[in-house]
């Protein structure tokens, strides 16, 4: 149930995931839906909860990975729990005990992208003061977040320059860090390799 609820969500929105569309997706009936969850917030809960799970889960993989920032990058660009993503958005700003719970995960997630990003910039020592992890990592996601969105109504504009542009930088850190001068600045196309 949980899974035909988060199918729907990411194909035709939050709003389609009715109770008898869900049942009906899940192959169970409307009442058994109901003994599982009493409402439709209990079960939009639990398919956050276990995105969340997941997410986070995928996320602190990110800070042992070989290249964390082209792994947050590849997370961050997954459609399918971007859109799921989108659609708790949404639907976190009209029921609150959702958009409490959604603002939790959102948190934990920027502190893990946020702390990828931090051994980044450590390891290439870059002043986090000049490029505040939590900013990047941000950047990171929303520009992942809005080449997804703007794919899922046909926009394509600018996409593919964007997406080079993103792996250009990511090219840059990946590897072991150039020889910089002390306070190292961002890294110039080419400079140090």
Same mark, same amino acid.
């Given at each position: 149930m ?5 199918? /729907?969500?990411?194909?035709d929105?939050?709003?389609a995931?009715t ?10 009936? #409307?009442?058994?839906l109901? @003994?599982?969850f009493?409402t439709?917030?209990?079960l939009?809960?639990?398919?956050l909860y276990?995105?969340?799970?997941r997410?986070l889960?995928?996320?602190?993989t990110?800070?042992t ?7 947050? &990058? ?5 459609f399918?729990?971007?859109?799921l993503?989108t659609?708790?958005?949404a639907?976190?700003r @009209?029921r609150?005990a959702i958009?409490?719970?959604?603002e =939790?995960y /959102?948190?934990r ?7 990828a990003?931090t051994l ?5 020592g870059? %002043? #986090? %003061?000049?490029f505040p ?13 809005? =080449?997804? %969105?703007?794919?899922?109504v046909g ?14 930088q990511?090219?840059?850190f990946?590897g072991?860090p150039? =020889?910089r001068p002390?306070?190292?600045? &961002?890294p110039?196309s080419?400079?140090?390799?």
């Amino acid at each position: 149930m949980m899974e035909a609820t988060a199918k /729907i969500m990411r194909e035709d929105g939050y709003a389609a995931a009715t109770s008898r569309r869900v049942a009906a997706e899940a192959g169970v009936r #409307p009442a058994l839906l109901y @003994y599982y969850f009493p409402t439709m917030e209990d079960l939009f809960l639990a398919v956050l909860y276990a995105l969340a799970g997941r997410e986070l889960a995928r996320r602190r993989t990110v800070l042992t990975a070989e290249d964390p920032l082209q792994a947050l &990058w590849s997370i961050s660009t997954d459609f399918q729990s971007v859109r799921l993503n989108t659609e708790f958005m949404a639907l976190a700003r @009209y029921r609150k005990a959702i958009g409490a719970e959604f603002e =939790v995960y /959102i948190e934990r997630t920027r502190d893990l992208e946020a702390a990828a990003v931090t051994l980044v910039l450590r390891t290439h020592g870059i %002043d #986090p %003061d000049e490029f505040p992890p939590r900013a990047l990592s941000m950047l990171i996601s929303a520009a992942a977040r809005m =080449v997804s %969105d703007e794919s899922a109504v046909g926009v394509e504009q600018g996409h593919d320059e964007l997406r080079g542009f993103v792996q250009r930088q990511l090219e840059r850190f990946a590897g072991p860090p150039s =020889v910089r001068p002390a306070g190292g600045t &961002w890294p110039r196309s080419g400079a140090g390799r």
